[in-house]
């Protein structure tokens, strides 16, 4: 639902779990990452882990989608390399105003 409503301000790749989003970050260097904490394979706290170890993906920023509250889960999606962390459920007008403002503060146009 969230790929599908991004898609129209956005060119989105989908993958299906943790390896297949780090793999296709790493082959697309894309302009902005959005991740679930949940995902099969490796969970999204090792996936950012895991892009900001590589220097083609190091500085690029990532949203955290995470049905976990709390400073803890906050805490470790930061610790991990997250640049916003967004609670579920949410709107996905809601995920596109983070992926925006996250943007715009990259590039300095806010």
Do not use: W
Not at 26 to 51: A, K, Y
Not at 71 to 95: F, H, M, S, T
């Amino acid at each position: 639902m969230y790929a599908e409503f991004l898609s129209s301000s956005f060119e989105v790749l989908e993958a299906a779990d943790g390896l297949e989003a780090l793999d296709l970050a790493l082959r697309h260097r894309p302009d902005l990452i959005v991740t679930d904490v949940s995902l099969p394979g490796i969970d999204g706290f090792e996936l950012v882990t895991r892009l900001r170890r590589h220097a083609v993906t190091r500085q690029t920023p990532i949203v955290c989608l995470s049905g976990y509250g709390g400073d803890v889960y906050e805490e470790r999606a930061r610790k991990a390399g997250c640049n916003q962390i967004v609670q579920k459920p949410c709107l996905p007008d809601e995920l596109a105003r983070a992926v925006h403002q996250l943007l715009a503060e990259i590039r300095g146009t806010e």
